[in-house]
């Protein structure tokens, strides 16, 4: 009985759904000590232009590409340090990417 105990956890255990959170702290001229960049991809509270966030090489254009992962929610907020939230699932249905990119003055 203890064996089919374990067996049990472990099935549980692999089919249960991998999350993976990335938190991107966005590009801020304003109030990070780092080189000056053009305003439009230094404005920390503009995720969809930001450095870290909407360039074509960033995270978000990344997996919004990708034939193996699936945009499957988007949330925004105003006057929280978190802009907007986004979830991916891999095709496998097996991992959950989700990815908050916050301003980059907080």
Known sequence: MKILGVLCLTIVAVLAEKKIEVLVC???NKSQAIAKVDAAIGNG???????????????SPYFKKS?????????TSKGNPILVTLKFRHHTGKVTLVVPPYRGAK
Do not use: F, R
């Open 45 to 59: 509270t503009d995720p969809a232009g930001n450095l870290y966030w909407g360039c074509s090489g960033d995270l």
């Open 67 to 75: 034939k193996k992962w699936k945009l499957i929610e988007t949330q």
């Open 26 to 28: 966005l590009c801020d």
